[in-house]
């Protein structure tokens, strides 16, 4: 459930939940097989991987010849001029090379200083898996503060990882349908229903197969980063700068394992805990905990407002209030779709992002005064959306493809209902919610790949990585684990917050460290702890 946009709406029940200038001259692309594929001469056949690695280098090198054909970007993506936008062409199998191939979407803005000030391009991924990056220039024609400094210095490039959006996008049911409401109820009463949760997963994943199964063996992160690599090659930049937010965490740190020497400056920003024992069944088990203790933080804020929300003046009163709302929408679904489900997709925004804290807690205190409007609509489908709708349910698409073919899942619906049923007895909110999502992935139809063991590697230069400790989405420990993992990163611990995505937020003692960083490569000698943001006041 890594960063989950509403499913509906930056890890997640299948179908219920749900996040550059023109090249300068003729830069060579380094061989991209150079650092993981020096092996390949060894015995009579090269690993798979070596292969892949190979076929990068290949789509590479005619990537840097090719560049891209920049041009105003098409109206209904949304990306006004000066923004620019075009296509790279990669490898769908990269051991194969020459075989087919497939379009990514790219878009940029050339950096604001002087041609002395440019550093070169700096790639963002947001996270998901399954989430654009295509709105990453706009933070320069928004004039974001946090970003200023760095786009003097950075043309911003946004790209659309495969199967995402604009780039050989994916399906695995019919978008209007996948957005119907109500769902069924995540938490089941009975065994009955736990079969029929069981169905449907089974269902979405034979879906997937049907909708999207040439694709479906090639929906790995290791790909995607072989892609980020042809990228970089066809801006003509010879080596990447790149900052990554949750999934785009475990993107960029299998990146820097592969690709080591082709890293200038990374920033990982809320990370998804890159041990091969937690991608990905794991990792979403240790979701459901970090997800009830910051939705437990946010209740009590509520409670210490309570003369503005009039919810209960104690985190228990609070808490008693969601269980009531939770209980009426089980038994009749608010204005007939708004059912337990659909609460849970839209209060699960308020553990992920502090900003939504507000909204949130407005609405559901009108509701309780007896103006149910806000809340019913916020927390309901649009079914007249109808990109919106094919943009949510390609996004659960991507994120179940990837997360299904990164790794191995367990198969046995014993091991699943033993340790979900465990956690939900002290974790309620989250954790059956989300195992519905991740379950396609044990009756899932095609190839299941053993994750990268993410490590440092030759040439890999220091990076930087920032951390809240209470984040729910990716929970602290994944941000020592990287760090463990890269020798000579540097860790910003973000103390008692729990946003995800903390670049994004003004904290000074994060923000300067982050413009040091990528404008001259500075960090510190040691790690760093900050206090945390500024909590939201209603």
Same mark, same amino acid.
């Given at each position: 459930?890594?960063?989950?946009?509403?499913?509906?709406?930056?890890?997640?029940?299948?179908?219920?939940?749900?996040?550059?200038?023109?090249?300068?001259?003729?830069?060579?692309?380094?061989?991209?097989?150079?650092?993981?594929?020096?092996?390949?001469?060894?015995?009579? %056949?090269?690993?798979?991987?070596?292969?892949?690695?190979?076929?990068?280098?290949?789509?590479?090198?005619?990537?840097?010849?090719?560049?891209?054909?920049? /041009?105003?970007?098409?109206?209904?993506?949304?990306?006004?001029?000066?923004?620019?936008?075009?296509?790279?062409?990669?490898?769908?199998?990269?051991?194969?090379?020459?075989?087919?191939?497939?379009?990514?979407?790219?878009?940029?803005?050339?950096?604001?200083?002087?041609?002395?000030?440019?550093?070169?391009?700096?790639?963002?991924?947001?996270?998901?898996?399954?989430?654009?990056?295509?709105?990453?220039?706009?933070?320069?024609? %928004?004039?974001?503060?946090?970003?200023?400094?760095?786009?003097?210095?950075?043309?911003?490039?946004?790209?659309?990882?495969?199967? =995402?959006?604009?780039?050989?996008?994916?399906? *695995?049911?019919?978008?209007?349908?996948?957005?119907? %409401?109500?769902?069924?109820?995540?938490?089941?009463?009975?065994? /009955?229903?736990?079969?029929?949760?069981?169905?449907?997963?089974?269902?979405?994943?034979?879906? *997937?197969?049907?909708?999207?199964?040439?694709?479906?063996?090639?929906?790995?992160?290791?790909?995607?980063?072989?892609?980020?690599?042809?990228?970089?090659?066809?801006?003509?930049?010879?080596?990447?700068?790149?900052?990554?937010?949750?999934?785009?965490?475990?993107?960029?740190?299998?990146?820097?394992?592969?690709?080591?020497?082709?890293?200038?400056?990374?920033?990982?920003?809320?990370?998804?805990?890159?041990?091969?024992?937690?991608?990905?069944?794991?990792?979403?088990?240790?979701?459901?905990?970090?997800?009830?203790?910051?939705?437990?933080?946010?209740?009590?804020?509520?409670?210490?407002?309570?003369?503005?929300?009039?919810?209960?003046?104690?985190?228990?009163?609070?808490?008693?209030?969601?269980?009531?709302?939770?209980?009426?929408?089980?038994?009749?679904?608010?204005?007939?779709?708004?059912?337990?489900?659909?609460?849970?997709?839209?209060?699960?925004?308020?553990?992920?992002?502090?900003?939504?804290? +507000?909204?949130?807690?407005?609405?559901?205190?009108?509701? =309780?005064?007896?103006?149910?409007?806000?809340?019913?609509?916020?927390?309901?489908?649009?079914?007249?959306?109808?990109?919106?709708?094919?943009?949510?349910?390609?996004?659960?698409?991507?994120? &179940? %493809?990837?997360? *299904?073919?990164?790794?191995?899942?367990?198969?046995?619906?014993?091991?699943?209902?033993?340790? @979900?049923?465990?956690?939900?007895?002290?974790?309620?909110?989250?954790?059956?919610? @989300?195992?519905?999502?991740?379950?396609? *992935?044990?009756?899932?139809?095609?190839?299941?790949?053993?994750?990268?063991?993410?490590? $440092?590697?030759?040439?890999?230069?220091?990076?930087?990585?920032?951390?809240?400790?209470?984040?729910?989405?990716?929970?602290?420990?994944?941000?020592?684990?990287?760090?463990?993992?890269?020798?000579?990163?540097?860790?910003? $611990?973000?103390?008692?917050?729990?946003?995800?995505?903390?670049?994004?937020?003004?904290?000074?003692?994060?923000?300067?460290?982050?413009?040091?960083?990528?404008?001259?490569?500075?960090?510190?000698?040691?790690? +760093? &702890?900050?206090?945390?943001?500024?909590?939201?006041?209603?």
């Amino acid at each position: 459930m890594t960063t989950r946009t509403r499913r509906t709406v930056t890890f997640g029940s299948a179908g219920t939940l749900v996040v550059a200038t023109l090249i300068a001259g003729a830069l060579a692309a380094p061989a991209a097989s150079a650092d993981a594929s020096a092996e390949q001469g060894r015995g009579h %056949a090269a690993s798979a991987k070596d292969r892949e690695q190979a076929g990068a280098a290949v789509a590479a090198l005619r990537a840097a010849k090719k560049g891209i054909d920049w /041009a105003d970007c098409p109206e209904d993506w949304g990306l006004a001029k000066p923004i620019q936008c075009g296509w790279v062409t990669v490898p769908l199998d990269y051991a194969k090379p020459y075989g087919k191939q497939i379009k990514l979407a790219v878009d940029r803005i050339g950096n604001t200083g002087s041609k002395d000030e440019r550093q070169g391009a700096l790639l963002y991924n947001p996270g998901g898996p399954g989430a654009s990056g295509l709105r990453f220039p706009t933070r320069v024609t %928004a004039k974001n503060k946090l970003w200023e400094k760095a786009a003097k210095a950075y043309d911003f490039v946004g790209f659309e990882p495969r199967g =995402v959006g604009h780039s050989a996008p994916i399906s *695995c049911v019919d978008p209007q349908e996948f957005v119907k %409401a109500p769902k069924l109820d995540p938490v089941p009463d009975s065994a /009955a229903d736990k079969r029929a949760q069981r169905k449907l997963a089974a269902e979405y994943a034979e879906g *997937c197969k049907e909708r999207s199964g040439a694709m479906l063996p090639h929906m790995t992160t290791p790909n995607t980063a072989r892609d980020l690599d042809v990228i970089r090659a066809a801006l003509g930049e010879k080596k990447l700068n790149y900052v990554g937010v949750s999934y785009g965490t475990y993107l960029g740190a299998v990146y820097a394992t592969l690709f080591p020497s082709h890293v200038r400056r990374m920033v990982f920003d809320s990370v998804v805990n890159p041990s091969t024992e937690k991608i990905w069944y794991e990792a979403n088990l240790d979701q459901d905990v970090a997800f009830e203790t910051r939705l437990k933080d946010w209740m009590t804020w509520v409670a210490k407002y309570d003369a503005t929300f009039h919810l209960g003046d104690t985190y228990d009163k609070v808490r008693g209030q969601w269980e009531k709302l939770r209980a009426t929408a089980k038994r009749n679904p608010l204005n007939g779709v708004v059912g337990p489900a659909e609460l849970v997709a839209y209060f699960q925004n308020a553990p992920y992002y502090d900003s939504t804290w +507000v909204s949130i807690a407005t609405n559901w205190s009108k509701y =309780v005064a007896g103006d149910t409007k806000p809340l019913i609509e916020a927390a309901s489908p649009d079914l007249s959306d109808i990109a919106g709708n094919k943009a949510s349910e390609n996004s659960n698409a991507v994120y &179940t %493809a990837v997360e *299904c073919a990164d790794a191995k899942w367990p198969t046995s619906w014993k091991k699943w209902d033993r340790d @979900n049923t465990r956690i939900h007895k002290d974790h309620p909110f989250m954790t059956w919610a @989300n195992a519905w999502m991740n379950l396609p *992935c044990a009756t899932w139809k095609s190839k299941q790949h053993k994750p990268v063991e993410v490590r $440092t590697g030759k040439g890999l230069p220091p990076v930087l990585i920032a951390q809240a400790t209470r984040d729910a989405a990716t929970p602290y420990p994944g941000g020592v684990e990287l760090h463990k993992r890269l020798k000579g990163s540097r860790l910003i $611990t973000e103390k008692d917050a729990g946003s995800h995505g903390i670049t994004n937020l003004v904290n000074p003692c994060l923000n300067e460290r982050v413009d040091s960083y990528l404008l001259d490569g500075k960090l510190d000698s040691r790690d +760093v &702890t900050c206090a945390p943001h500024a909590t939201p006041k209603p």
